[in-house]
């Protein structure tokens, strides 16, 4: 299997303008996580999906990001509109299961201008 | 809420020499406690998974133990090379799904 896998892996967009990060799991795991990584925060947890479901959108800071899961093979993570303060790394991750091993991908890294 | 603590947040090694890792946790109820690597503008890699029920995990030369009961697990690493120059990251899982990361050690080792 390739992994967990992000596009794009670099995104550079002004201030306002939409943005959409896109994941493919693990093929077979059932649980997909978003986090994000900065040097103040390190990394926080954004959403997590279990079969397809938001199970805990708690970490989603706030209403201008969006998450969705319409199949086992793909999600993406929208931030509409962005903002400077949203620049920083955020990763996909995918688990057969809860409490089992993650694997996460090799991250989309976020520049806001 | 569970506080990950590593502690140093940077060592260097020369090479050869064993690596120890530390990470303390707070709440002793975890699930279980997965240590990661990573390298600079790349994604964590998984290195060990520790069960709650376990007391240590062995792969290769990496070698992790956990005790719940002082909050507290470590990674050695034997026979460090420089290629092991990286961020190790810890993360306690919380409850059934969410894992808590500490800030990392940055090891460098030196040829």
């Known amino acids: 299997d390739a992994g967990v896998i992000q596009s794009p892996r670099h995104e550079v967009t002004e201030m306002g303008q939409e943005v959409t990060l896109r994941c493919k799991p693990i093929?077979?795991?059932?649980?997909l996580f978003w986090y994000r990584q900065t040097m103040m925060r390190g990394l926080e947890l954004l959403i997590y999906?279990?079969?397809?479901?938001?199970?805990?959108d708690s970490g989603m800071p706030e209403d201008r990001f969006s998450a969705k899961m319409p199949n086992a093979s793909f999600s993406t993570l929208k931030i509409q509109p962005s903002e400077p303060r949203d620049s920083a790394v955020y990763f996909c991750?995918?688990?057969?299961?809860?409490?089992?091993?993650?694997?996460f991908g090799q991250g989309t890294r976020l520049t806001v201008v | 809420k569970q506080e990950v603590t590593q502690i140093p947040a940077a060592l260097s090694v020369p090479e050869g020499e064993n690596l120890v890792l530390n990470c303390s946790f707070t709440?002793?109820?975890?699930?279980?406690l997965q240590w990661f690597r990573q390298d600079p503008g790349k994604g964590l890699t998984s290195l060990l998974l520790?069960?709650?029920?376990?007391r240590e995990q062995t792969s290769g030369r990496l070698n992790a133990s956990l005790d719940k009961s002082s909050g507290r697990s470590t990674l050695y690493i034997a026979a460090s090379q420089p290629g092991d120059s990286a961020t190790y990251l810890c993360?306690?899982?919380?409850?059934?799904?969410?894992?808590?990361f500490g800030a990392g050690t940055t090891v460098t080792v030196r040829a």
């Open positions: 991750a995918s688990s057969s299961g809860p409490s089992t091993e993650a694997f």
């Open positions: 093929s077979g795991h059932n649980s």
């Open positions: 999906f279990n079969n397809n479901v938001p199970i805990d």
């Open positions: 709440d002793s109820a975890i699930y279980n």
């Open positions: 520790i069960q709650s029920s376990q």
């Open positions: 993360a306690g899982r919380v409850n059934d799904y969410k894992l808590s």
